[in-house]
């Protein structure tokens, strides 16, 4: 009997880019105590739970991208840009562990 090949499909999360409601929501989840904006620690939070390498890099980085009146944190105004700004990184559903969404 001859070996017939059948091609193996693989399929990978991964591949599956996040979207901008997602991006916001682990965004508000990571605004600890509720005012409303984001500060430093927050959005390193944020992108520690989106599987940063570098964090605390990361969240200065998207202050500088989204901060438009400089005080050092990203309000609702704001938000828009932080959230372009991490669609523009490529993060995707694969880089995501349930596990960092769980609130404490």
């Known amino acids: 009997m ?3 090949a ?3 499909i693989i399929i990978k999360p991964g591949n599956i880019p996040m979207t901008a409601e997602q991006l916001k929501g682990i ?3 990571c605004d600890k105590n509720g ?5 430093r620690a927050e959005l390193k939070e944020a992108f520690k739970r989106l599987g940063a390498m570098i964090p605390r890099w990361r969240a200065a ?9 400089g005080d050092g944190y990203i309000d609702e ?7 372009n700004y991490a669609l ?3 993060y995707t559903v694969n880089q995501l562990n349930p596990a960092r969404f769980m609130r404490y």
């Open 35 to 39: 005012d409303g904006r984001l500060d």
């Open 88 to 90: 523009h990184l490529g």
């Open 77 to 83: 105004e704001e938000m828009t840009g932080l959230v």
């Open 6 to 8: 059948t091609p193996k």
């Open 61 to 69: 980085r998207g202050l500088h991208h989204a901060d438009a009146n």
């Open 2 to 4: 001859p070996l017939i």
């Open 27 to 29: 965004f508000e989840q």
